[in-house]
């Protein structure tokens, strides 16, 4: 299995940006799909996740920073996540992850980067005034 996210760039403050993250190699759609990011001289620091149960979102959180400014989401059909990301400050300037498992996980877990079976290449958000 493998995770592939991107959609990074540059942009301004206040600006809006998506984020993609394409699974391949499963004939079934993840339980749990998660986004987490890391600022240069910083710890991994968790975003968004989703537990799913067929179509819909079962269970979502949100990291304190990004509440309210970003939003999760998933289509099935194209075994992909997404990560909307609006009213950017320069503060979420960093690597984006994308994460993801076969099965959901249980709440405890889902803020966990090493909880994840499969864990994707990052994709650079630069937030510039």
């Known amino acids: 299995v493998q995770l592939q996210a991107y959609g990074g760039g540059l942009v301004q403050t206040g600006g809006s940006l998506r984020l993609s993250c394409v699974v391949s190699?499963?004939?079934?759609?993840?339980?749990?799909m998660a986004w987490f990011r890391q600022a240069p001289g910083k710890e991994r620091e968790f975003v968004a996740a989703?537990?799913?149960?067929?179509?819909?979102?079962?269970?979502?959180r949100y990291g304190d920073s990004v509440k309210g400014r970003f939003t999760i989401s998933r289509d099935n059909a194209k075994n992909t996540a997404y990560l909307q990301m609006n009213s950017l400050k320069e503060e979420d300037t960093a690597v984006y992850y994308c994460?993801?498992?076969?099965?959901?996980?249980?709440?405890?877990?889902?803020?966990?980067?090493?909880?994840?079976?499969?864990r994707g290449q990052g994709t650079q958000v630069t937030v510039s005034s």
């Open positions: 190699g499963r004939t079934s759609s993840p339980g749990v």
């Open positions: 989703s537990n799913w149960s067929g179509g819909s979102a079962y269970y979502t």
């Open positions: 994460a993801a498992g076969p099965n959901r996980l249980n709440t405890g877990s889902l803020n966990y980067w090493d909880r994840y079976a499969y």
